[in-house]
Antibody, heavy 118, light 110 residues
């Protein structure tokens, strides 16, 4: 059974950093593209970043480009999102999702809440 | 890039059919057969309901169907049931190698 478990969320001050983790089970992370999607409480979904399967190419939304970095550790079957220079508007629930490359998200984690506030 | 355009809310009575539309441009919805639809109940993670415009994943009721014409994709739910009440989001791959979501549609079952 595919499972995704996010962690690392919390309260951080504007300008601060946070690293989110997504532990995958039931499949090999190295064989699939993965993505991060966020959702502001009460609002819609926003795609944040993705990493391809074979060559680990990375992709970012304009709103986070240059501040966020997606990566993965295949030995730990874990996906990461390093978030720097955080802003209030980055506050959201962050979901990791298994991405059928360029097509759809077939499995989602339960999300981790990030709050950027002083 | 702007979000794909969805009607904010739609409602229907049990047993009826409803359709949710998702409008984009030729660089996203119209340019790729990579439109997908997600159902989200309050406090829960999104769930894939339709992939690649028309495909229904295993375990999803055949009351859910998808289609596309030009730059607009649609999700139709037939035989509405109380448990269908949720938020629905469309998504599309784009020519910029990014992903766009729609703003979401709140479905109310009367």
């Amino acid at each position: 059974e595919v499972q995704l478990l996010e962690s690392g969320g919390g309260l951080v001050q504007p300008g601060g950093s946070l690293r989110l983790s997504c532990a995958a089970s039931g499949f090999s992370l190295s064989s699939y593209a993965m993505s991060w999607v966020r959702q502001t409480p009460g609002k819609g979904l926003e795609w944040v970043s993705a990493i391809s399967d074979s060559d680990s190419r990375t992709y970012y939304a304009d709103s986070v480009k240059g501040r966020f970095t997606i990566s993965r550790d295949n030995s730990k079957n874990t996906l990461y999102l390093q978030m720097n220079s955080l802003r209030a508007e980055d506050s959201a629930v962050y979901y990791c999702a298994k991405w059928q490359y360029n097509r759809f998200f077939d499995y989602w984690g339960q999300g981790t809440l990030v709050t950027v506030s002083s | 890039q702007s979000a794909l355009t969805q009607t904010a809310s739609v409602s229907g009575s049990p047993g009826q059919s409803i359709t949710i539309s998702c409008t984009g441009t030729s660089t996203d919805v119209g340019g790729y057969n990579s439109v997908s639809w997600y159902q989200q109940h309050p406090g829960k993670a999104p769930k894939l309901m339709i992939s690649d415009v028309t495909n229904r994943p295993s375990g999803v009721s055949n009351r859910f169907s998808g289609s596309k014409s030009g730059n607009t994709a649609s999700l139709t739910i037939s035989g509405l049931q109380a448990e269908d009440e949720a938020d629905y989001y469309c998504s599309s791959y784009t020519s910029s190698s990014t992903v766009l979501f729609g703003g979401g549609t709140k479905l109310t079952v009367l």
